[in-house]
């Protein structure tokens, strides 16, 4: 079974700092892991994705994670975060030869101006 | 080129009534994912299909959920009898044709239904 756990409910940074929102992740295989974003009332918007290769991994709207597997994790980052940052953040992860994404509980996301 | 739609967008439904949730894929995608989201919770797996096919429907209640995806039109997504914990916001995604499990799943805005 595959499980994703989010160990903080809400995150708040200040505008301007860097920003991480944390993510550790259980698979059998080779682990495929995303991070979304979503926004009050609306659906989910992929940010990123690791397969393979460079553990960092690049993004949209400057974010970037970080895939460890020594620690299996996949941390969100953006080294200054903006007002507009502030939202519900899902990581998930994808075993090799299974199609479900199995999401954490999301972490919400608060930049305070 | 549009995202993934779906409608209606708010559902009420009495106990006992059934809901019907469609989902348009995007254009060329053939891959469509029905997820649930609970309040306060994660989104969790309900079904995967493909054209004509259902492929995984591990995530389904056994009772009163059943999904399709007919060769021409939406996905459909229906919920016979339903029950106030049926109350939740339903998305689904879609992903390319040639769908690999690494692909990146579009999300629709999601259908939230209100069970009264």
């Known amino acids: 079974a595959q499980s994703v756990a989010q160990p903080e409910d809400q995150v708040n940074v200040a505008e301007g700092n860097p920003l991480t929102v944390k993510c550790t992740y259980s698979v059998s295989g080779n682990p495929y892991l995303f991070w979304y974003v979503q926004y009050p009332n609306r659906g989910l918007q992929f940010l990123l994705k690791?397969?393979?290769?460079?553990?960092l991994v690049k993004g949209s709207y400057g974010f970037e994670a970080e895939f460890n597997k020594s620690q299996t994790s996949f941390h969100l980052k953006k080294p200054s975060a903006l007002v507009s940052d502030s939202a519900l953040y899902f990581c998930?992860?994808?075993?090799?030869?299974?199609?479900?994404?199995?999401f954490g509980k999301g972490t919400k996301l608060s930049v305070i101006p | 080129n549009a995202g993934v739609m779906q409608n209606p967008r708010h559902l009420v439904r009495r106990r006992g009534q059934e809901a019907r949730l469609r989902c348009s894929p995007m254009?060329?995608?053939?891959?469509v994912y029905w997820y649930r989201q609970l309040p306060e919770e994660g989104l969790k797996f309900m079904v995967y299909?493909?054209?004509?096919?259902?492929?995984?429907e591990s995530g389904m209640p056994k009772e009163r959920f059943s999904a399709e995806f007919p060769k021409e039109g939406p996905s459909i997504l229906r919920i016979q009898q339903v029950v106030r914990g049926d109350s939740a916001a339903y998305f689904c995604?879609?992903?390319?044709?040639?769908?690999?499990?690494?692909?990146?799943?579009?999300f629709g805005p999601g259908t939230r239904l209100t069970v009264l």
């Open positions: 254009k060329g995608h053939s891959h």
């Open positions: 998930a992860v994808c075993g090799a030869g299974s199609y479900q994404l199995t």
């Open positions: 690791y397969i393979t290769g460079d553990n």
């Open positions: 299909l493909q054209k004509e096919n259902i492929i995984d």
């Open positions: 995604a879609s992903s390319p044709q040639d769908g690999r499990e690494y692909d990146e799943q579009f």
